[in-house]
């Protein structure tokens, strides 16, 4: 069983950066295709980015695409989410998952509590 614990969101204002970092106990994170979705109240859940479990692959939902930048730490079992040039639009709660299917793609079958991101305008 894998556990994901989400950290580094915040509240910060148009153009700014982020980074949300989500520390995986259980196993290495390499061995699971990593995720990171985000949702807004009322609506669905939907992927930002996510990562191979080689590390080879990426996939950025077009909306974040040249300004968010997923990656993985071996040392300290930790996948990341650079955010820059922050928008009002990205204001959401980010959750990290994980599959031990060998897709980007959704589904995913582990979730984190969330980290909420917060950008004003």
């Known amino acids: 069983q894998v556990h994901l614990l989400e950290s580094g969101g915040g509240l910060v204002q148009t153009g700014d950066s982020l980074r949300l970092s989500c520390a995986v106990s259980g196993r290495s994170f390499s061995t699971y295709t990593m995720g990171w979705f985000r949702q807004a109240p009322g609506k669905e859940r939907e992927i930002v980015a996510a990562l191979s479990m080689n590390g080879r692959t990426t996939y950025y939902a077009d909306f974040v695409k040249g300004r968010f930048t997923i990656s993985g730490d071996d040392a300290k079992n930790t996948v990341s989410l650079q955010m820059n040039g922050l928008k009002p639009e990205d204001t959401d709660l980010y959750f990290c998952?994980?599959?031990?299917?060998?897709?980007?793609?959704?589904?995913?079958?582990?979730w984190g509590q969330g980290t909420q991101v917060t950008v004003s305008s």
């Open positions: 998952a994980a599959t031990i299917r060998n897709s980007v793609k959704p589904p995913f079958d582990y």
